[in-house]
Structures are given as structure tokens and as C-alpha cells.
């Protein structure tokens, strides 16, 4: 599949100055994307949630009209009449529908005449291998079974253009793969008429396996950071070190934006001082992260990929873990590697007061928003402060939902650290029994 | 197995039907009740369009034989305003969920319906049907099939609303990718979706309609009084002669009529619709039918559902051709019309306050006001009683039985008829005993109220206390945790939700009744006492419309209040707290 032959290929999808913003105006989700997609090709769509690849995909399908900008089928020569199907991360049967009625919900609402529509069903549920099953309903169907019934639903309607929005996510490591090859089976056998697959992906070797063209999003809001073209040739082997070289390049990629996008020297995560946005990250995971990059055979200093495989965690979960050791100094990212710092190695060896002491100190000095609660507290007489004060703090600077899971995990930090106590009923904090 | 599939398409049906002519056993059974109830239904069917004087010239019997024609009656006049209500469900809910102006007005309206006394609409609706069917029996007919609508109506739509507005986004997304019309949408989307939270709403709103069934059909406004054929009058009949033997055959009558229409028709609906519940993995415990299976095993299930299947080819007419990708969410009206709406919303709320507020200042005066609500104080205090004496017997006592499954299997059934089984047809009992021993009516009156929606509690508590996790009654036994301990962690924290959910329904209930529980006679002696209940009885009796209105609306306000206040934080702690899982 040589580059230029792609793009000779005619334009099936344009994305011109695509914005959108999400609860009136004051959240960007996405912000200027611009995307075109030929004709025969792949297309991953990798980022980490909350980067708007499936409000994207949305746009793309038609569900969602964005604030600004445009997002269209390019009708051509040989589409006239370009469609969309997609294919769902949780499958979206009807359970009170059969597998073959499910099939035919979208033949029947373009009113194809019913013998017509059965044959053609029956062909789809035939071409992805789940005959016998035309009878059952998707409670009697394993996970894997059911994305099948999903991808047949989306087949039958000959779409000129598949959506798929983390279509693997929800299935096990073995099914996931099988449903991949088989689908890129059909694909590179020429034996279903779409024309191109957008894909959404938040893992990275999915991406690289399966995808043409991969495109990388950053988060907050959600832009085109860079494009990889993957030339190697179908069936790729993860085990090709080529493979792994582009693997580590996007690890690298996803990494180096961060340090783009955020250049203020807090931190990874938009926002500054107080304003700073924090993933949920939980103390236990922090301290496995650091055991584990810690221990043999890493010794301080491992890649993401292999820590990514070694944990078996997606990248999607693994980098705001590691950014939030970056952030607390107790890890530096250097390209596609995390590299424990002296405190961390400490923290490793250190027993639990030792470690709390650690984490104490860390969040003191490097979370503004730790600071200012324990400020705060003790300035005040009674040592005690409403949360909601600070969640409405927040919310000047981020959207609700960013505001509350920042809060939360601050508490979670504060109080594993022992720096202010918090009382979930009346929602608030307070020194009490942090001394 | 899924009959509904075939009726999409007309010649399996069809072919199946023809299996028909190979009768057998359950082909016999099922033929005789469906004759046995055909007859019945169109013998009753007749009487309710009868002209206005049949009634005087046939004037309800304490007859026993007449007793399955009056049942009949009864029951026809259920169903109708079951039939009502769920079409009415159906309109309403959808559009208030599909289009957000409408739900702006309905949603608040149906969840301040919910808590109107109901029996206060009698008054109203009774003058309202009989000028609308000047001289017959239907004017009559309509206004007690519109009381027991009001019954149903308003929470079945609100929780088929909710079903609507808690439908996965991933399978709306689905209905628009694959261009299914607004109609083919409802079909096989909102209406399957909701459709085991509407059934079991039904249900439990045919129980309380029971209850207005016999405040309803024997009616006394102003100078009007209309005895309508059936049960309700046959007991109001039998308490005005003192019938003790007729009293209690309209009692068995009512049992009988509630077991059968549980067996033959909630049953077998229950267990169909059991496939239309949203959920991804196979459970084990089905609920069970013998009525459906029959139908299944005879193969007239898709001669029963045929109608549904073809109401649904009749609504798929009216689909447009072409199919048109929509947008997700709504789409921005016109800024001028958006404003025209609002002006009309405007103009509605201060019509109705002006058109409330003169008609109000030209009956009354601020006393009447201040009466009402100090009556209303007295009937609260009774209700707070109550709920906390019944709560102090059933509590335990449910407890006890849900931590026991052999018996909860058992005792969960009846508690639930208990709670359908209309409680003032017991009413004449206990005036007996007043009388006879001559006790405060004040005081003794007061357990009517809470006769009939004490059962809401236990039968809550007893799934509560079932529903308590093995591994965590296991943890407690393991530490010996008992007595007092015991209930303040383990069984309260437990139940909590379940006993909030069941203590909400029995006072909003109590609330109700007592506008047939603070006023009561027995042949010719009355017992009254002081209370909002017997004021809105009182002024219905003497056709006082504003009265009427007045009470109604501040009985209203107060269980508007105590559900906002108490219920409704009680039970938002609970989930927030004491959840489970």
C-alpha cells in the first residue's frame, strides 16, 4: 500500500476548522481540526479520553452538529451518495431484538422490501461468521459474539464510510484480536464495499496494527498533535521491531506534546497554579507505578511500551499515572521513557510512615492546590472549610466535571497524606484528625 | 419464541394460526375462559351505554347472584381507565421526553398531579361527564372511569417518562445512524424500553384503583347522586341497609376478582414483557406464568399479540418515505419563536393566577383558609402517627421475614394484595366496634387511614431485608454482631432505601384516604372526625365547590411538602449512604 497511491485516491471525508464546545461555551472540547480522508484507507484516531475523537467521529457521523467549522462526506464519482455506519465501543443491540432482527433495524428503516432485506442479512451474518446464531438474542452471546452482530448491522447497510469508536475496548485481549485480524481479512480480501475505516483508538499497538494513517490528539482541548503514516505491510507481527520502533515513536510523540501544549514548568495538565486540571489517579496506583518501574528489570528507568505491556495498562490509563509522578517530581518523562528520580527510589524503599512523609512533602510543594486548602485551613479559626468553596474556586477556571474530579483526587492525595482531613456528609475539610 | 417478530410479518402468523384446527387439552381451557369472558364483557359492555333511567328502574340489588355481573362491570370500568391511562401514558410521556417545551410543562405538572388527593377530582368531574352526556348512563360511566384514571394516570406516565429519559445514548446514536423515522424509533426503541417499568407501574396502580373503584361508583355531589351498577355500589348499598352477609360477599367477591385478574392478565403480561428488559446478560429467575405458558404452548399467543403487531404496521403507515439523519439533541428554534413561547407560557401562568385568585376571593375569606390549614395540621399529626407506629410493628417484623427466603417467597405476594385490597370496604367493621364501645372518633378513626397503605412498608422492608447480601449478614454473625448493633449496622443501613420508597407510598396514601377515612357511616350513623379529610368529604356532600378546591389545594401543598422535605432528602441520604453495592 505505497503512499502515493493513496493519495491519488479521491477524498471521501473533509473536517475544515472543526471547533466544538460542550455546556454553552465554556468548555473547547475540540479545537481547529482539520482532517481529510481518501478513499481505501484506514484511519486511527488515538488519544487519550477526554481528547474529543469521538466527539469527532460524531461530527463525522452526522450525530452532532459542531459549534464551528465543518465536517462532511465528499460525494464522488463512484459514491455518488457517500453513508456512514458505525460500529459502538458498548455494541448498541437491541436485546429485545434477534440477531438477525438487529441486522436488518437499518435495511428495514430505508423500507428495502423484507425478502430482500433477509437475504442480504443473512449474507452480512454469514460474512462475519456467526451463522447459526441468526435465532439468538444478544444476552445469549459472549462479548465477542456481540461486537460481531454490531459490525454485520453496520455492513449490511453498505456503507460508504465505517465508523468505528473503540470497537475493542470492551472485549478481551484473545477476542479483540481475533475480531481485528478477521476484520482486516475482509477488508484487505476486498470482500465488504466500504470504501474506508475512521477508527477511534486509545491503544497505540491497535492503532499501528491496524490503521494506514494514524492521527495523534492531544487532551484539553482536543487537537491534531501529529500524523504517522505506517507503510508496513498487512499482516504486521507486534514482534517486528519495526513495529515496536513506531510503537515507541508514539509513546515518544504523545509524550512530547505534552510538553508543547503545557509549557509552564508546574506541570502536564492544562492549567496552571490552583487551575490545574488532575486526573483521577488513586495513591496505590502511584506507589505500584513506582514499585514497579523501581524493581527488576527496569531499575529506575523503563519504557513506556514495555511498562505499558508489563502492567498490562493501556496508554490511555498509563499516562496520566506517569505524568502524575512527573508532577510530583517523583518521575521525569524523557521521550517514550520514565526515569524514577532519587525521591521516588526513597519512596520505593521506604516503609509506609516513610512513604506518606514522602508523598506528604511532594504534594506540599508541587500542588498548588494541596498548598492552598492547607492555607486556608489554617488560617481559619476553627480549622475547618466548606468544600464547596473550593470546588466553586475551581470551577472559575474548568468546566464542573473537571473541577469535582480535580477536587476529589486532591482529597484523595490530602488525605492519604495526612495534610487535612475531609468529611464526606457535611463535605468539608478540615486539620482535625490530620494532626 | 418471540411471537412478536412474526407478527412484523403476516404470513408466519398466519401459518401458525392454521395450527389452530389440531386442538388439544390447553386449546379447550383457553377457548372456555376466552368465551366465558367475551360473554361477559359484552353483557357488561352493554349497560354502560344503557340511557340514564335504567338506572333508577334497576336500582343495584344485594342480590349474590348479581354479584358476577356487577364484578364485571367493575372490572370493565378498570380497564377502561387502564386502556386510558396507558394511551395517555404513551402521548404524554414521549412527548415531554422528545420535545423540550412540552416536558418543561408536562414533568412538573404530572409530579404535582401525582400528589393531588384524588378523590377531590370527583366532585368535579362527576357534574362535568354527566352535562356531557346529557341522559345516559355513559356521563356517569366516564366520570368514575375518569377517577380511577386519575389514579393511574399521572405516575404511570411519570415513570414511563423516566424509562425514556434513562435510555442508553449508545442506542439512540444507533437509531439515528441507521435513519430509523420518529415512529419506527418509538416502536422499537422508547416502547420495548419502557415498556417493564410501565407494566409493573400498571400494575401497581390497578391496586390503588381499587380503591377509588368503590369511592367512585357511588357517589353523592349536591343534589346529584349516581348509583352506577357494580361492586363499589353493591358494598355502599349493603352499608346503608346494614347488610353484614352482603358486606362480606362484596369483600369475597373483590378478592376473587383481584386473584383472577392478577392470574389472567398482570401475570402473563409480567412474563412476556420480561424480554423486554434491558439488560445484556441471561438472568435465572424468570417470572413465571401458567396463563402465558398456556397461551404459549396453544400457540394463540400471536393470535393475542396480533392486534399489538398490527396497531404498529397501522402507526408505521404514517412513516415518511425517505429516511432522514437527524441531529443529536435539539435543534435551536427560531430566537422569536423561542420568545413567542415564552410570552404564551406567561401569559398562561398569570391567566390561571388571576382566573384562581378572583374565583377563590369571591367564595371565600381568609378564614376558610386558616380552617383548612389547621385541619390540615391535625391530619398531618395523625399520618406522622401512623407511619410511626407502622413502621414500629412492620419494620421487625418484615425484617424477619425478608432475612428468611422461604418465607418471604410466600408473605411477598400477599403483603402485595393486602396493599391492592381496597381497605374501606373494611371500614363498617371498625364503625361497629366505635359505636359500640363508644370511643373517641378522633382518635379511632385514624388507623383507617393507614389500613390499606401499611402493606406499602412491609412488602418494601421484605425486599429490602432480602435483598441484603449473604457475605455481609455472614461478616456479622462471624463477629457476633447482635441486638441493638445488629439493627443500627446492619438490617436499617439495609433496608433503608426500601423502607423510604415503601414509607413515601403509605403516606401520600394515608393522605388520600383519609378523605374517605375521617368521615364514615354505617346505616345511618355518622362518625366524623375533625381533619382535612372529612372537611373535603363534608363540602363534596354538600356540593361546595370552593371548598372543595380549597381543601384539595391544601392537602396538596402539604404532601408536596413532605415529600420535598422529608421523603425526598431521606432518600437521596439513603442512596447516598447506605447503598449497597
Same mark, same amino acid.
Given at each position: 500500500m505505497a503512499t502515493a497511491a493513496i493519495a491519488e485516491k479521491?477524498?471521501?471525508?473533509?473536517?475544515?476548522?472543526?471547533?466544538?464546545?460542550?455546556?454553552?461555551?465554556?468548555?473547547?472540547?475540540?479545537?481547529?481540526?482539520?482532517?481529510?480522508?481518501?478513499?481505501?484507507?484506514?484511519?486511527?484516531l488515538l488519544g487519550r479520553s477526554g481528547s474529543g475523537k469521538s466527539t469527532l467521529l460524531r461530527s463525522i457521523a452526522g450525530l452532532i452538529r459542531p459549534s464551528e467549522g465543518i465536517a462532511r462526506l465528499v460525494p464522488g464519482p463512484d459514491v455518488p451518495d457517500p453513508s456512514v455506519a458505525m460500529v459502538f465501543q458498548t455494541f448498541a443491540l437491541f436485546p429485545w431484538l434477534t440477531v438477525l432482527e438487529n441486522v436488518e433495524l437499518g435495511l428495514e428503516a430505508q423500507k428495502i422490501p423484507a425478502p430482500q432485506a433477509r437475504a442480504r442479512a443473512l449474507a452480512a451474518i454469514d460474512l462475519i461468521g456467526l451463522d447459526g446464531f441468526e435465532n439468538a438474542y444478544p444476552k445469549e452471546l459472549s462479548g465477542g459474539m456481540r461486537q460481531r452482530v454490531g459490525l454485520a448491522r453496520a455492513l449490511v447497510v453498505d456503507p460508504s464510510l465505517l465508523l468505528m469508536d473503540e470497537p475493542f475496548s470492551a472485549l478481551d485481549v484473545l477476542t479483540a484480536e481475533t475480531l481485528r485480524t478477521d476484520l482486516l481479512d475482509l477488508w484487505s480480501e476486498g470482500r465488504v464495499p466500504i470504501k474506508s475505516i475512521l477508527i477511534v483508538t486509545h491503544n497505540i499497538e491497535e492503532a499501528v496494527l491496524m490503521c494506514d494513517r494514524i492521527l495523534v490528539f492531544s487532551t484539553n482541548p482536543g487537537r491534531v498533535v501529529g500524523e504517522i503514516r505506517v507503510d508496513l505491510p498487512q499482516p504486521r507481527d507486534r514482534l517486528d521491531p519495526a513495529f515496536r520502533a513506531l510503537v515507541d515513536d508514539i509513546y515518544a510523540r504523545m509524550t512530547a506534546r505534552? *510538553?508543547?501544549?503545557?509549557?509552564?514548568?508546574?506541570g502536564l495538565f492544562p492549567g496552571t497554579g490552583i487551575a490545574m486540571v488532575l486526573p483521577r489517579v488513586s495513591t496505590n496506583s502511584i506507589a505500584g507505578l513506582i514499585e514497579e518501574v523501581d524493581g527488576t528489570p527496569f531499575e529506575g528507568r523503563a519504557s513506556m511500551s514495555e511498562l505499558a505491556d508489563s502492567l498490562q495498562l493501556e496508554a490511555d490509563e498509563l499516562f496520566p499515572m506517569a505524568e502524575t509522578l512527573q508532577l510530583l517530581r517523583f518521575a521525569e518523562l524523557r521521550g517514550a521513557e520514565l526515569v524514577l528520580t532519587p525521591a521516588a527510589r526513597r519512596y520505593a524503599q521506604g516503609d509506609v510512615?516513610?512513604?506518606?512523609?514522602?508523598?506528604?512533602?511532594?504534594?506540599?510543594?508541587?500542588?498548588?492546590?494541596?498548598?492552598?486548602?492547607?492555607?486556608?485551613?489554617?488560617?481559619?479559626?476553627?480549622?475547618?472549610?466548606?468544600?464547596?468553596?473550593?470546588?466553586?474556586?475551581? *470551577?472559575?477556571?474548568?468546566?464542573e466535571d473537571y473541577a469535582d474530579e480535580t477536587l476529589r483526587t486532591v482529597t484523595l492525595w490530602g488525605r492519604y497524606a495526612e495534610i487535612f482531613a475531609y468529611d464526606e456528609e457535611a463535605d468539608r475539610f478540615s486539620l482535625e484528625d490530620a494532626r | 419464541m418471540s411471537p412478536d417478530r412474526n407478527s412484523a410479518r403476516p404470513l408466519p402468523a398466519f401459518s401458525r394460526m392454521l395450527r389452530l384446527t389440531r386442538p388439544s387439552r390447553e386449546d379447550a381451557i383457553a377457548f372456555v375462559i376466552l368465551a366465558g369472558l367475551g360473554v361477559l364483557f359484552f353483557r357488561a359492555a352493554e349497560g354502560a351505554v344503557a340511557p340514564l333511567s335504567t338506572l333508577q328502574m334497576a336500582p343495584v340489588t344485594l342480590d349474590p347472584w348479581d354479584l358476577p355481573y356487577y364484578a364485571m362491570r367493575t372490572v370493565l370500568r378498570m380497564f377502561a381507565a387502564l386502556f386510558a391511562s396507558t394511551v395517555f401514558t404513551l402521548v404524554v410521556a414521549t412527548l415531554a421526553a422528545r420535545s423540550r417545551h412540552a416536558g418543561q410543562l408536562i414533568v412538573p405538572a404530572l409530579d404535582i398531579l401525582q400528589s393531588v388527593p384524588i378523590l377531590g377530582f370527583l366532585t368535579f368531574t362527576v357534574t362535568f361527564f354527566m352535562g356531557l352526556f346529557p341522559g345516559s348512563?355513559? @356521563?356517569?360511566?366516564?366520570?368514575?372511569?375518569?377517577?380511577?384514571?386519575?389514579?393511574?394516570?399521572?405516575?404511570m406516565a411519570f415513570s414511563f417518562y423516566q424509562s425514556l429519559r434513562s435510555i442508553p445514548t449508545d442506542l439512540e446514536e444507533a437509531?439515528?445512524?441507521?435513519?430509523?423515522?420518529?415512529?419506527?424509533?418509538?416502536?422499537? +426503541?422508547?416502547?420495548?424500553? @419502557?415498556?417493564? =417499568? +410501565?407494566?409493573?407501574?400498571?400494575?401497581?396502580?390497578?391496586?390503588?384503583?381499587?380503591?377509588?373503584?368503590?369511592?367512585?361508583?357511588?357517589?353523592?355531589?349536591?343534589?346529584?347522586t349516581a348509583t352506577l351498577p357494580g361492586i363499589g355500589s353493591y358494598l355502599a348499598q349493603a352499608i346503608t341497609k346494614q347488610d353484614f352477609r352482603a358486606v362480606a360477599e362484596a369483600?369475597?367477591?373483590? =378478592?376473587?376478582?383481584?386473584?383472577?385478574?392478577?392470574? +389472567?392478565?398482570?401475570?402473563?403480561?409480567?412474563?412476556?414483557?420480561?424480554?423486554?428488559?434491558f439488560e445484556m446478560t441471561a438472568s435465572t429467575e424468570r417470572p413465571q406464568s401458567w396463563v402465558f405458558d398456556l397461551l404459549r404452548r396453544t400457540r394463540l399467543l400471536p393470535v393475542v399479540l396480533a392486534p399489538l403487531g398490527a396497531i404498529g404496521r397501522l402507526l408505521l403507515a404514517f412513516e415518511p418515505r425517505a429516511g432522514r439523519r437527524r441531529v443529536m439533541g435539539e435543534r435551536q428554534a427560531h430566537p422569536a419563536l423561542e420568545r413567542i413561547w415564552q410570552v404564551l407560557v406567561a401569559i398562561a401562568v398569570l391567566g390561571a393566577l388571576f382566573l384562581t385568585a378572583r374565583y377563590v376571593m369571591h367564595y371565600l375569606v381568609w378564614r376558610d383558609a386558616v380552617t383548612a390549614v389547621l385541619l390540615a395540621c391535625v391530619t398531618m399529626i395523625r399520618v406522622i402517627v401512623l407511619i410511626a407506629l407502622a413502621s414500629l410493628i412492620w419494620v421487625p417484623i418484615g425484617v424477619w421475614i425478608g432475612l428468611r427466603p422461604a418465607w418471604a417467597e410466600r408473605l411477598q405476594?400477599?403483603?402485595?394484595?393486602?396493599? =391492592?385490597?381496597?381497605?374501606?370496604?373494611?371500614?363498617?367493621?371498625?364503625?361497629? =366496634?366505635?359505636?359500640?364501645?363508644?370511643?373517641?372518633?378522633?382518635?379511632?378513626?385514624?388507623?383507617?387511614?393507614? +389500613? @390499606?397503605?401499611?402493606?406499602?412498608?412491609?412488602?418494601?422492608v421484605i425486599a429490602g431485608a432480602s435483598a441484603i447480601p449473604t457475605d455481609l449478614r455472614e461478616a456479622a454473625d462471624m463477629f457476633h454482631v447482635r441486638g441493638w448493633q445488629w439493627w443500627r449496622q446492619v438490617a436499617i443501613p439495609g433496608i433503608f432505601p426500601y423502607y423510604v420508597t415503601g414509607a413515601?407510598?403509605?403516606?401520600?396514601?394515608?393522605?388520600?384516604?383519609?378523605?374517605v377515612a375521617e368521615a364514615v357511616s354505617w346505616g345511618h350513623r355518622n362518625l366524623v372526625a375533625h381533619g382535612l379529610g372529612s372537611y373535603i368529604a363534608e363540602a363534596t356532600t354538600s356540593g361546595d365547590y370552593a371548598r372543595v378546591a380549597l381543601g384539595v389545594g391544601v392537602m396538596s401543598l402539604f404532601v408536596l411538602g413532605f415529600n420535598r422535605l422529608l421523603w425526598r432528602p431521606l432518600y437521596a441520604y439513603g442512596e447516598r449512604r447506605m447503598r449497597l453495592t
Open positions: 479521491p477524498l471521501l471525508v473533509e473536517v475544515k476548522g472543526l471547533r466544538h464546545y460542550y455546556s454553552g461555551q465554556d468548555h473547547l472540547v475540540l479545537d481547529d481540526v482539520n482532517l481529510e480522508l481518501s478513499q481505501g484507507e484506514i484511519v486511527g505534552t *510538553e508543547i501544549t503545557a509549557p509552564m514548568r508546574d510512615d516513610q512513604r506518606k512523609a514522602l508523598f506528604a512533602q511532594a504534594l506540599n510543594q508541587h500542588v498548588p492546590l494541596v498548598q492552598h486548602i492547607r492555607r486556608v485551613l489554617d488560617e481559619r479559626a476553627s480549622h475547618e472549610a466548606p468544600a464547596r468553596r473550593f470546588r466553586d474556586e475551581l *470551577e472559575d477556571y474548568m468546566s | 348512563v355513559a @356521563g356517569v360511566e366516564a366520570a368514575s372511569i375518569f377517577a380511577i384514571f386519575t389514579s393511574q394516570a399521572w405516575n437509531t439515528m445512524i441507521y435513519r430509523l423515522s420518529p415512529i419506527r424509533r418509538f416502536l422499537k +426503541l422508547d416502547l420495548p424500553f @419502557g415498556t417493564p =417499568a +410501565l407494566v409493573w407501574n400498571a400494575m401497581m396502580s390497578m391496586s390503588g384503583g381499587w380503591f377509588f373503584v368503590v369511592a367512585s361508583e357511588a357517589i353523592t355531589v349536591g343534589n346529584t369483600v369475597g367477591a373483590m =378478592a376473587l376478582v383481584i386473584v383472577a385478574y392478577d392470574q +389472567l392478565f398482570f401475570r402473563p403480561i409480567v412474563a412476556w414483557a420480561d424480554r423486554f428488559r405476594p400477599l403483603a402485595q394484595f393486602l396493599a =391492592a385490597f381496597p381497605a374501606n370496604v373494611l371500614f363498617p367493621f371498625v364503625v361497629m =366496634a366505635i359505636v359500640h364501645w363508644n370511643l373517641a372518633p378522633d382518635i379511632w378513626l385514624s388507623p383507617l387511614m393507614i +389500613l @390499606g397503605t401499611q402493606w406499602y412498608i412491609l412488602f418494601n413515601l407510598t403509605a403516606s401520600g396514601g394515608s393522605w388520600n384516604a383519609s378523605i
